[in-house]
């Protein structure tokens, strides 16, 4: 029952931007750290993200710093990835994700194996 669905994926041009959703149903994310993700074809997976309700923290990676601004909505148990100034390079598969239960993002921190549930992923491809 529980899941994370994505949505807000595109094509878009280079300079665009978009808005990434991440709703969850069957859990409440007041209660859970939700972690944003992305991964380019052959790359690994790279954190972009976290926000948490729990400690009210937010955090970035330092390669999106002003472009990329999570935010949350919690009458909708939704997390947003809003991206702006979209470059070519950031096309890619992008994931939104929880940890364990009570965790924050001073312990998750952006790796990967650090979340356990996983949304289904949304594609993002920038080009002209």
């Known amino acids: 029952q529980a899941q994370l669905v994505q949505s807000g994926g595109g094509l878009v041009q280079p300079g665009g931007s978009l808005r990434l959703s991440c709703e969850a149903s069957?859990?409440?994310?007041?209660?859970?750290?939700i972690g944003w993700f992305r991964q380019a074809p052959w790359k690994e997976r790279e954190g972009l993200s976290c926000?948490?309700?729990?400690?009210?923290?937010?955090i970035y990676a330092d390669s999106v710093k002003g472009r990329f601004t999570v935010s949350r909505d919690n009458a909708m148990n939704t997390v947003y990835l809003q991206i702006d100034s979209l470059k070519p390079e950031d096309t890619a598969v992008y994931y939104c994700?929880?940890?364990?239960?009570?965790?924050?993002?001073?312990?998750?921190?952006?790796?990967?194996?650090?979340?356990?549930?996983w949304g289904q992923g949304t594609q993002v491809t920038v080009s002209s």
């Open positions: 994700a929880t940890g364990p239960h009570g965790n924050t993002c001073s312990s998750l921190g952006l790796e990967t194996r650090m979340y356990d549930f």
């Open positions: 926000i948490s309700k729990i400690d009210g923290s937010i």
């Open positions: 069957g859990f409440s994310l007041d209660y859970y750290t």
